[in-house]
């Protein structure tokens, strides 16, 4: 699922790029938890639970339905 996770993060990077942020994988758990870290201008930003909530956790759920959760660490 790790490969899965991965290649989704690869579709949303370019538009975090875009705004001077980034995601990186940092792990994906048997329960279908996936940790990521934002980092650049995202990292600090404060609408940075919105991205993460409504951008990424929704995109990798929809591609991937064995996502139950995406928390940034």
């Known amino acids: 699922m790790k490969e899965k996770v991965q290649t989704a993060l690869d579709k949303i990077r370019p538009m975090l790029q875009a705004d001077g942020g980034d995601v990186m ?4 758990e048997d329960d279908g938890t996936v940790k990521v870290k934002l980092t650049g201008a995202c990292g600090g930003c404060p609408m940075s639970t919105i991205t993460l909530k409504q951008g990424i956790e929704r995109q990798l759920k929809r591609e991937i339905p064995e996502v139950k959760e995406v928390l940034s660490v």
């Open 25 to 28: 994988l940092i792990a994906v």
